[in-house]
């Protein structure tokens, strides 16, 4: 075991994939967020060409394919998360089915190819650059949420270049951002398609969003039902512990 980690690095169980990964409390951890975007995202049960920007430690690669045969490409910008992701795949022997490029999104369409892909997700930075309030954050956290590298703009415009026409791009945001993204979404040809917003309990705020669009698609949004994270008594409700758990036998 000691052999595929590093430093303060730990092995962590995706329980409802059956699937290990390796993640550190200084470096980076995945979010509940990238297992709504990797469960939200409608992907093709058995071929297609899947990209997942802004990876990390290649979380949401792993969780797509417990949920697809096609071929899963990650892109991630920081050499250290690259590094993280590629040895989970290699421990969970999925580098037949997973492949992990380290490169900048901006660049990444010239690099993979134009309109060459069916499904592209996208776990971007939540926050302006400028809002970098919290100064004990590592360069990775700093990296990975705030818009330091990658805006959002710039994200969506890279899933457009990258889908055919008709293909499906994902993301996962803050509410706040709504508008921006659907303004961003629509300017590179992405219709909004489906809609759903994430509460952390009943009678709370949302605090997170996942869309989908389809490139060139026509306008027809639907809004899904809402996901309550946390019940009466601060437990995940059993939505969320299905998706984190699998179902229970």
């Not at 297992?35 to 979380?59: A, M, Q, R, T, Y």
């Amino acid at each position: 075991m000691k052999d595929w980690l590093k430093d303060d690095e730990r092995l962590d169980y995706l329980l409802a994939e059956d699937l290990r990964i390796i993640q550190s409390p200084s470096v980076f951890s995945f979010s509940l967020d990238a297992v709504l975007l990797s469960k939200f995202v409608s992907v093709p049960h058995h071929k297609g060409n899947i990209v997942d920007l802004c990876s990390g430690n290649g979380v949401i690669p792993l969780f797509l394919s417990a949920r697809t045969k096609g071929n899963i490409t990650g892109v991630e910008l920081q050499p250290r998360l690259f590094d993280m992701a590629e040895r989970s795949i290699r421990y969970n022997k999925l580098d037949e089915q997973i492949c992990m490029v380290l490169g900048d999104v901006k660049e990444i369409p010239a690099q993979l190819g134009i309109e060459k892909y069916d499904v592209v997700t996208c776990n971007p930075p939540y926050f302006l650059a400028h809002e970098a309030s919290d100064k004990n954050l590592s360069e990775h956290y700093a990296i990975a949420r705030h818009e330091l590298h990658l805006t959002l703009e710039e994200a969506v415009q890279s899933a457009s270049k990258l889908l055919k026409q008709g293909g499906k791009a994902a993301f996962v945001h803050r509410p706040g951002r709504l508008l921006d993204i659907v303004t961003a979404m629509r300017a590179n040809r992405l219709e909004p398609k489906r809609l759903q917003f994430i509460y952390p309990k009943e009678g709370k705020e949302a605090n997170t969003l996942l869309i989908e669009g389809i490139k060139d698609g026509k306008p027809d949004l639907k809004i899904l039902p809402p996901l309550f994270v946390y019940d009466e008594k601060n437990e995940y409700t059993p939505q969320v512990r299905e998706l984190l758990y699998g179902k229970e036998q």
